[in-house]
């Protein structure tokens, strides 16, 4: 079985940027390329679970979402950081594009594109974990019995209020992936 951090995308790995699409404007947040290669070598596989409603919205296509990803992928490469795969919701009831403007049961907190990853790796949940900066994101790692853990930046912050289970808090990613390393360490 495989243990996964499932990871949020925009204020998590990239510092947030409004509908992002764009390569020249995706920034990792602080070492947020390192935490993912740290997960790596404790032996996680990382999978990313993103809403995209900027693609229902018309702002920018799938195919943009998978260059930037492509990009992303390309960077992490050169830690020797991978990321297994790429969940996305491109969805939004009140979208643009027709064929997107439905509700449906992949953006967050409904459990989708967990389902889908399920479906796929042989995940032992138990010892999975969710890392966001929205209690949307954590709902549904809460639904399916994944650990929690809610990261200052991106929306993270003023988040934190909204919080009505217990879930632990970290600086950033790059925090709490150092913390679950010296966790490991001590055994
Ligand atoms: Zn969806």
New binding site residues.
């Given amino acids: 079985m495989n243990k996964i951090v499932f990871l949020d995308r925009d204020g998590t790995v990239n510092v947030e940027v409004d509908y992002l699409h764009k390569i020249e404007d995706f920034k990792f947040e602080s070492e947020a390329d390192k935490a993912i290669k740290i997960f790596n070598d404790l032996g996680y596989k990382v999978i990313i679970v993103t809403n995209q409603s900027g693609i229902a919205r018309g702002y920018y296509t799938e195919e943009d979402l998978e260059k930037l990803h492509k990009y992303m992928d390309e960077q992490l490469k050169l830690l020797g950081a991978k990321v297994e795969k790429y969940y996305y919701?491109?969805?939004h009831p009140k979208g643009k594009i027709e064929k997107y403007a439905i509700n449906?049961n992949?953006?967050k907190p409904e459990l989708?594109m967990f389902i889908d990853a399920i479906r796929e790796f042989d995940i032992d949940l138990e010892n999975s974990i969710m890392v966001g900066d929205k209690i949307s994101d954590l709902e549904s790692a809460i639904r399916l019995g994944i650990k929690p853990i809610l990261v200052e930046t991106g929306h993270g912050k003023s988040e934190i209020d909204k919080a009505y289970f217990k879930v632990e808090i970290h600086k950033n990613l790059y925090e709490f992936a150092n913390n679950l390393k010296t966790k490991n360490i001590l055994g």
């Fill in positions: 919701c491109p969805h449906c992949c953006r989708g």
